[in-house]
């Protein structure tokens, strides 16, 4: 027997839109859209990823959860997700959907700070829907490298972007691989995966825990 809708309750993808709608009214810049990300722009996302890898999943900015709901389809287990969110009424509503997952509230800018008594090994991917054409390339830069010194080496630091041109310049420190344009998403976005590379064109062969110890690969 098909499910049935409880009368007078929206819709959970309606009451995440007027979420969203209400966090950018009061804070465009951190909050970035107006609405949540779409299904296949989450699952564009998650594609990136390995389940089969191990440490943790680290998310920037999860929102209200549609490229969460995308990983943990993709494999990734809920426990081993670290979601980072500025909103302390995002982080109530995450803990709420993924209790097994790790909740952090505060500013993905400075997520090493947050992680550095939680993230016990390195991490095999970074996934963010940061806002990043809303920071100073600096900023965006210092994001980057942040995540690349918590990852495995060749994990990816992925990222989707409304703009046609990469928030990341191109550089031979790392390779971008880009997404087609994922034109289902309102409005159109496209997925960048970036991974760190050593002057021979391979992953570097260690990482920083947040301790300030390197642990060799």
Same mark, same amino acid.
């Given at each position: 027997?098909?499910?049935?809708?409880?009368?007078?309750?929206?819709?959970?993808?309606?009451? *995440?839109?007027?979420?969203?709608?209400?966090?950018?009214?009061?804070?465009?810049?951190?909050?970035?859209?107006?609405?949540?990300?779409?299904?296949?722009?989450?699952?564009?996302m998650a594609s990136y990823l390995d389940p089969a890898a191990t440490g943790p999943v680290i998310e920037l900015g999860p929102g209200t959860g549609p490229v969460t709901e995308a990983i943990l389809?993709?494999?990734?287990?809920?426990?081993?997700?670290?979601?980072?969110?500025?909103?302390?009424?995002?982080?109530?509503?995450?803990?709420?959907?993924?209790?097994?997952?790790?909740?952090?509230?505060?500013?993905?800018?400075?997520?090493?700070?947050?992680?550095?008594?939680?993230?016990?090994?390195?991490?095999?991917?970074?996934?963010?829907?940061?806002?990043?054409?809303?920071?100073?390339?600096?900023?965006?830069?210092?994001?980057?490298? *942040?995540?690349?010194?918590?990852?495995?080496?060749?994990?990816?630091?992925?990222?989707?972007?409304?703009?046609?041109?990469?928030?990341?310049?191109?550089?031979?420190?790392?390779?971008?691989?880009?997404?087609?344009?994922?034109?289902?998403?309102?409005?159109?976005?496209?997925?960048?995966?970036?991974?760190?590379?050593?002057?021979?064109?391979?992953?570097?062969?260690?990482?920083?825990?947040p301790n300030g110890k390197h642990r060799p690969r």
């Amino acid at each position: 027997m098909p499910r049935q809708r409880q009368s007078g309750k929206p819709p959970v993808r309606i009451e *995440d839109e007027a979420r969203f709608l209400r966090s950018w009214v009061e804070r465009p810049l951190v909050t970035g859209a107006v609405t949540p990300s779409g299904k296949m722009l989450a699952r564009t996302m998650a594609s990136y990823l390995d389940p089969a890898a191990t440490g943790p999943v680290i998310e920037l900015g999860p929102g209200t959860g549609p490229v969460t709901e995308a990983i943990l389809r993709r494999g990734v287990p809920e426990n081993r997700l670290i979601l980072v969110e500025y909103s302390a009424d995002f982080c109530s509503l995450l803990a709420r959907r993924f209790p097994a997952a790790t909740i952090l509230q505060g500013d993905a800018y400075n997520f090493p700070e947050l992680l550095a008594e939680r993230l016990q090994e390195p991490a095999a991917a970074t996934v963010s829907s940061l806002p990043l054409f809303t920071k100073p390339l600096p900023m965006r830069m210092k994001l980057l490298n *942040d995540a690349f010194h918590l990852m495995q080496p060749g994990a990816p630091f992925v990222q989707f972007t409304y703009s046609p041109v990469s928030p990341i310049p191109k550089s031979d420190d790392y390779s971008s691989q880009p997404s087609g344009r994922v034109w289902w998403n309102l409005p159109p976005a496209r997925v960048w995966a970036y991974r760190r590379q050593n002057a021979n064109g391979h992953a570097h062969a260690h990482q920083a825990l947040p301790n300030g110890k390197h642990r060799p690969r």
